[in-house]
């Protein structure tokens, strides 16, 4: 069965969620609509590429995931349709997908598709939703599109090296209050070599143990561990860690790795 994912900042309170997946079953009745979210902050497309990034892998080859962030017309913004590691994605050209790939797409594609009036100011139902469904029916890219080749570059703020200590960020929040860095796992082990480590943040608070899982410390103690995201996680068990750590998006965390 062919699946179409959403990633919007739609919400749930408005007639703008319901428009875009009636506009797609209206052209494609059979295809497994997924909601990845539709609650990313209004225009946030770093928030956005965070999840979508660590999600999309987890479906199926060929799945189209159709991106709604930034979507309202503007005639300076391309809307594109890219392939990469098997997957398409669908959105405007706005820099979310230099932030989510971590290399260059196999395929990008401008999309040519003619725009319907009565969708001027809501392109994401019309111009997104049909590019969409093109290519969860198996529709080719080049059908829909022309080839471009570059995409609108935007950087990730990333990890910070000096001396014997990583100077990091926090860059996401997730539901429960889990506090998610920019330091990958890879970046970490490249850097600790085996050596201990001290992470400090807010409030001289530290941790010097990683985690396997959350439940390894008692309900209500502060961990670190490197979560579905590969990304340095701070967490409290069961707990609100963001707003009793006092840890916010953009906040500096330090870790200081230690000789033996």
Known sequence: MAIITLTTDLGDKDIYQAALKGSI???LPSVNIVDITNSVAAYNIQQAAFILKNSFYYFPDATVHLIGIDTVF???TRYLAVKYKNHYFVGADNGIFS???DSDPDE???LNIMQDL???HFPLADIFVKAACHLAKGGSVAEIGLPV???EKKMNLQPVIEKNLIKGVVIYIDSFQNVITNITKEFFNRVQQNRRFQLSFKRNETINHLSWHYNEVPEGEKLCLFGISDHLEIAINKGNASGLLGLGLGDSVIIDFLDQ
């Open 108 to 110: 990008i594609f401008e």
């Open 118 to 120: 009565k969708f001027l």
């Open 74 to 76: 503007n005639t300076d």
């Open 25 to 27: 079953l209206k052209l």
């Open 99 to 101: 932030l989510m790939f």
């Open 149 to 151: 080749s570059d995409i």
